[in-house]
């Protein structure tokens, strides 16, 4: 992967933050025992300046963990605590975004959430690289998509395509 024109492939994970990617992963991605607003500052722990200034941006783009900013996070629901796990990847301003599988374990309203989430961060700039079980959603905020059967790559190209795609339509949307 190359972020910048640089070829990151296989920094360890400190230089790959240093470098403009974050990553929010399935499960535990946030830290219960530390307040909303602590989870953000240790998102932002490679941040010279301006984590308050980027406080205010990132609660303003989730105004549901806004109003529990001083509340532990372990006292979240699911949905609200992956939004501060989107949350504090985005307070370093990162360049590209690893989610993996975001709105699994969460309501159908909440999933709608997320995924608009997405797409807000997505049109401000940021890369997304989404890996999701659930095609219809993903396919439907992505410009291109691969499909995956059985660890191998069975389908790939943009993500119209595929969404109208008869293969995909019946092996992974119900079509």
Do not use: H, W
């Amino acid at each position: 992967m190359t972020v910048k024109q640089e070829d990151v492939t296989g920094l360890p994970p400190d230089q790959m933050v240093r470098r403009g990617v974050s990553y929010v992963p399935q499960v535990d991605n946030v830290f219960p025992s530390l307040t909303v607003t602590e989870n953000l500052q240790m998102g932002g722990f490679v941040r010279a300046n301006g984590v308050k200034g980027r406080l205010d941006e990132v609660f303003s783009l989730f105004p549901d963990i806004a109003v529990r900013r001083r509340e532990v996070a372990g006292r979240l629901s699911g949905g609200q605590r992956q939004m501060l796990a989107l949350a504090r990847a985005l307070m370093l301003d990162p360049q590209v975004l690893l989610l993996d599988e975001p709105s699994a374990s969460l309501s159908p309203k909440m999933v709608e959430v997320i995924f608009d989430r997405i797409r807000v961060i997505n049109q401000a700039g940021t890369a997304i690289l989404l890996v999701e079980q659930n095609a219809r959603e993903a396919l439907a905020v992505c410009s291109r998509g691969y499909v995956l059967a059985m660890g191998a790559n069975r389908l790939e190209g943009e993500a119209g395509s595929l969404l109208a795609n008869e293969e995909v339509g019946r092996l992974y949307l119900g079509a």
